[in-house]
């Protein structure tokens, strides 16, 4: 792109958190462009009520240059491992959906494989334990525990990500 | 599924794809099949597929097939790229090799920065000089990659170049020792279950009648089963890639034992040049549009390196592919589900996913249409993504010279490679594909070769210094000439780890 073709002026409409956040990383990102945010955040968004991120939002902080210890000092955020679906299927006890891996693959076959073939064939042995009790990381939060992944790729404690807790005034601000 | 049902496979053609396919299945699901492999000494094989992509490396592991052994037994050399001479502009050549530019990774891709600097005018080295892959080929060098990712030797990859009429007797050692059990004859009739139309049985020429639940049809160009009996339509692609004839012939290697496939562009298509341990493969594959028969085999002759060691051998066939693979019974592999040429070496990578493919989604005695049409959906991407690259490579030219060249030069193409190219051409960005062969840094290196110069680049490639770049470039630059230069020969480490086991 030649010079004069450039973007130097971004207007941001909407001073939410999602507002700032575009607002934050279009600045840090785009050499030589202005960043304005006008407006006031809509009064009843989504964004300002939920309070539960994905992995993705760890990436995105450090991609803003910010360290992890600032933000949860400065906004009061915990951290997720996943969450805990109670009552969705029937008679089915309550199960995590974590962010990370389940059990190991053996081979080359995924762990899942063999779990159903457990469970298909557990008549001669008895059920085996539920599918989220091999996961690290759902462990981990049934427990109310946290430890950052850590150690290496044989490790469980390597096989799952995290997410944040927020406060969304807090991190908007 | 109960343990004790065993399916009996047919498989119909020996061939590469035939023992491949037999050898996996004894392999890879002893308890569930029972194997049985008829083909004819009376009908030839193709057998021309010489050169592979990387992934065939863990096919052969997946079978615990050694390295070294496979490597002697098939009279292989290694293979780092393909060297692409005289396409985007007759006095062109560029290497697309197996692996990434720079150290490939980093949030913005390494040609991104490479193009700021081009953009800018700021000396750069030549993207070439700054691949790992494509400066070991060009060397002639070989030593095994470095497990440690922090290495510049740990950014590239390799396959084989082979003989392809000793491939499928070595695969076929492995698929009997494994309790395939291989029929000799001819299959004359099919027979189909009346209601169904599920392929029942094949009767032999010498009445022979072999009974089966699933049959994988290795037939080659001829689809015994799945187009001659089952009516599959074919997809035809010759108005994109009009190539229909292929003239082969094997000489006296005579120049370097290169670690690279070399394609060079000729008036009519192109002729590639295959180094192995005992010889050199060559063949010209042109289009009788716009060349005949004699004259592509007179030109053939005139081109190779060293004595010819057989007369050139025709081969016909269309570009295309049948509309699905996997129909009611029957799955085609190989030549019998479809072909594209080999300009980037993968028929045996098409046969190699199909057989992945089926094994991955292996079917009860009751076959469910969920598994096989998310085979199907597998193949057909496969195939599509590859017939996009491939038309790249003829369209993405400057040259003018004969009617052939016009023609791929100017004719309208897909338009999800229009897009593509619309896409890379604007600011260099390469979509990312999770699913199919080539990834990013292949679609780069052939873009670029080709003289596809994007106008712009990706904007965070602005962030850091131009100065710093630049010396950062300088850097790969002589970490990679450090690296290679550290490397053995490619004949010596040959001649060390997997001489072949007969002298010619």
Known sequence: MTEDRRITEIVVAGSGLVGFSAAAMLKRKIPGATVTVVGTAPADALSERIHATLPSVVGFHADLGLEEAQVLMGTGAAFRLGTLFEGWSDKRPGYVHAYGEVGRSLGVTPFHHHWVRMAQESAARGKPAPFDSHSPAAMLGRGGRFVHPQGDPDSPLSTYEYGLTIDPARHRE | MKADSVQRIVVVGGGTAGWMTAAALVKLLPRRVDVRLVESEAIGIVGVGEATLPHIRAFNERLGISEADFMAATRATFKVGIEFNDWGAIGDSYVHPFGAFGHGTGSVDFHQYWLRLKQA?????????????????????????????????????????????????????????????????????????????????????????????????????????????????????????????????????????????????????????????????????????????????????????????????????????????????????????????????????????????????????????????????????????????????????????????????????????????????????????????FLDASWIAVYLGQGVVPEGHDLRADGPPLDQLQRGMEHVKAEIQASVASMPGHREYLERYCPMTEAM
Request: hydrophobic share 40%; net charge negative; proline share 5%.
């Open chain 2, 121 to 437: 005018c700021v000396p750069v080295p030549e993207l070439q000089e700054l691949s790992m892959g494509v400066q070991v080929a060009r060397q002639a060098r070989f030593a095994l990659p470095s497990a440690d990712t922090s290495s510049i030797a740990s950014t590239f990859g390799y396959a084989y170049q082979f003989d392809a009429t000793l491939y499928a007797p070595f695969m076929r050692k492995v698929a009997e020792e494994a309790g395939a059990v291989r029929t000799e004859g001819r299959v004359v009739g099919v027979t189909q279950h009346p209601e169904s139309g599920d392929i029942a049985s094949l009767t032999m020429e010498n009445g022979e009648v072999i009974e089966g639940d699933l049959f994988v049809d290795c037939s080659g160009f001829v689809s015994l089963l799945l187009g001659k009996t089952l009516g599959e339509p074919f997809e035809d692609w010759s108005h994109w890639l009009p190539n229909d004839r292929a003239v082969a012939m094997p000489c006296k290697t005579a120049t370097a034992l290169t670690p690279l496939t070399t394609v060079t562009a000729m008036p009519a298509g192109w002729r590639w040049r295959i180094p192995l341990q005992h010889r050199t493969g060559n063949g010209y594959v042109f289009s009788t549009r716009f060349i005949s028969e004699d004259e592509a085999a007179t030109a053939l002759v005139a081109a190779v390196e060293g004595t010819p060691m057989a007369d050139p051998r025709l081969l016909k066939f269309v570009a295309g592919r049948r509309a699905r693979s996997w129909v009611k019974n029957c799955v085609a592999v190989g030549l019998a589900s479809g072909f594209l040429e080999p300009l980037e070496s993968t028929s045996i990578y098409l046969t190699q996913i199909g057989i992945t493919a089926l094994i991955e989604l292996f079917p009860e005695k009751e076959i469910s249409a969920v598994d096989r049409d998310e085979f199907n959906r597998l193949v057909d991407l496969e195939y599509d993504r590859i017939r996009d690259f491939l038309i790249l490579h003829y369209h993405a030219t400057t040259r003018n010279d004969t009617p052939y060249w016009d023609y791929v030069r100017t004719m309208s193409i897909p338009d999800t490679l229009a897009d593509k190219l619309e896409l890379f051409r604007k600011r260099g960005r390469v979509v990312k594909y999770r699913e199919g062969v």
